[in-house]
């Protein structure tokens, strides 16, 4: 599961259900198959006849509910599906940038000085 996003709820939820479940149905150790570690959720399923991985799984599931939605991220996300902007759309808005910082140099809100300077390191965004 390498590379897949992790929901934190969804986290949080099947170690909480690990955790207040009777050891007849051991659920303990699910949240750890979810996270892709499948090392510990055998473990988790193998120590089930004792309340060890019962209150592993409380803590965890409070731990995934305590932890902003970024830091979840960064911790067990894999790689995120961000929308990168390809060339095209780059250079669209680099121009319409340009643009508007022409408009302000034509209007003398800025000098042209200042306008070079800003034109220069928009276009170097470009490359």
Same mark, same amino acid.
């Given at each position: 599961?390498?590379? *897949? =996003?992790?929901?934190?709820?969804?986290?949080?939820?099947? #170690?909480? =259900?690990?955790?207040?479940?009777? $050891?007849?149905?051991p =659920?303990?150790?699910?949240?750890?198959? +979810?996270?892709g570690? @499948?090392?510990? $959720?055998?473990? +988790?399923?193998?120590?089930?006849?004792?309340?060890? @991985? *019962?209150? #592993?799984?409380?803590?965890?599931?409070?731990?995934?509910? &305590?932890?902003?939605?970024?830091?979840? !991220?960064? *911790?067990?996300? $894999?790689?995120?599906?961000?929308?990168? @902007? %390809?060339? /095209?759309?780059?250079? &669209? #808005?680099? /121009?319409?940038?340009? !643009?508007?910082? %022409?408009?302000? !140099?034509?209007? $003398? =809100?800025? &000098?042209?000085?200042?306008?070079?300077?800003? *034109? !220069?390191?928009?276009? %170097?965004?470009?490359?």
């Amino acid at each position: 599961m390498e590379g *897949r =996003l992790r929901n934190r709820q969804v986290a949080a939820s099947l #170690a909480l =259900l690990g955790a207040l479940t009777p $050891g007849i149905l051991p =659920l303990s150790g699910l949240h750890k198959f +979810y996270m892709g570690q @499948p090392f510990w $959720g055998v473990a +988790y399923l193998l120590l089930g006849w004792t309340q060890i @991985p *019962r209150i #592993a799984c409380a803590i965890e599931g409070v731990w995934y509910l &305590s932890q902003n939605e970024a830091g979840f !991220r960064a *911790r067990f996300g $894999g790689t995120e599906a961000v929308a990168v @902007p %390809d060339k /095209a759309e780059q250079v &669209s #808005a680099i /121009a319409s940038a340009l !643009r508007e910082l %022409d408009q302000l !140099r034509q209007e $003398g =809100l800025i &000098s042209e000085y200042e306008f070079e300077q800003k *034109r !220069r390191v928009l276009l %170097d965004q470009v490359s």
